[in-house]
């Protein structure tokens, strides 16, 4: 499967951006899909993820009530709503997609990837 990730930008510190993630295939409705995101000199860190048919979530500490991932399996589309966004949100987001059972938190356990969105988030 390909992944492409849109929607970044520039926001200041409150506001808000949809993330989409458009992959190819048709087994796209099979696969967990998540967000991590990558800042300036750190890792890359889990941010949420969701399970094939969307029925079940998970967020990272730092952004559980602020950011939502969603799927649309008809539109081979995921999305990650950010509101409330803090300038330690600012960071290169990427999309990541695995047959995986879990909503898994490690970038170990997803094999595809999409190529980033740059977050601006200023303060």
């Known amino acids: 499967v390909q992944l492409q990730a849109s929607g970044g930008g520039f926001v200041q510190a409150g506001g808000s951006l949809r993330l989409s993630c458009a992959a190819s295939?048709?087994?796209?409705?099979?696969?967990?899909m998540a967000w991590f995101r990558q800042a300036p000199g750190k890792e890359r860190e889990f941010v949420a993820a969701?399970?094939?048919?969307?029925?079940?979530?998970y967020y990272a500490d730092s952004v559980k009530g602020r950011f939502t991932i969603s799927r649309d399996n008809a539109k081979n589309t995921v999305y990650l709503q950010m509101n409330s966004l803090k300038p330690e949100d600012t960071a290169v987001y990427y999309c990541?997609?695995?047959?995986?059972?879990?909503?898994?938190?490690?970038?170990?356990?997803?094999?595809?990837w999409g190529q980033g969105t740059v977050v601006t988030v200023s303060s």
């Open positions: 990541a997609a695995d047959r995986i059972g879990v909503l898994g938190m490690s970038p170990d356990e997803y094999h595809y």
């Open positions: 969701i399970n094939w048919s969307g029925a079940n979530t």
């Open positions: 295939g048709r087994t796209f409705s099979s696969y967990t």
